[in-house]
């Protein structure tokens, strides 16, 4: 049998090619990325899904967490509201066995955009 042609879209394969039960969490937080921006681009990039090149944002699903990957300095701005989630400089982990905060990361996505509004480096 032959193997089914790829989508269209990269972004498409990346889900379906996931664990089934974590697909629904990858399409809740690319929703919710084009809820906030319906405009950005998607893609590929780093081996994971990319939203405007990078200049947005990334996700990608890891073995114990869905992992968010925001230019900085959105996760220092907001550092206060993401204390029960593991961070670092440009990634939020967010456990795969709890719901997807879906405020949060709207906020989060509003405030890379503002910050890309007022910055005059552009990032490829």
């Known amino acids: 049998m032959k193997k089914p042609p790829k989508s269209t ?4 394969d990346y889900i379906s090619n996931a664990p089934k039960e974590h697909q629904g969490k990858l ?5 919710i990325i084009k809820d906030v921006s319906p405009n950005s681009t998607e893609s590929i990039s780093y081996r994971m899904p990319a939203y405007d090149k990078g200049n947005l944002c990334w996700f990608a699903l890891m ?14 701005l907001n550092h206060k509201k993401l204390l ?8 939020i982990q967010f456990p795969l066995d709890e719901p997807i905060p879906v ?3 709207k906020g989060l996505l509003k405030d890379r955009i503002k ?3 007022t910055t ?3 990032f490829k």
């Open 9 to 12: 879209n990269e972004v498409d």
């Open 27 to 31: 399409i809740e937080i690319r929703k």
């Open 63 to 76: 073995k114990t967490h869905l992992g968010l990957y925001i230019r900085p300095p959105i996760i220092a």
């Open 84 to 91: 029960k989630f593991k961070t670092s400089k440009s990634a």
């Open 103 to 105: 405020t949060l990361i």
């Open 115 to 117: 910050e890309n509004k």
């Open 120 to 122: 005059t480096v552009k």
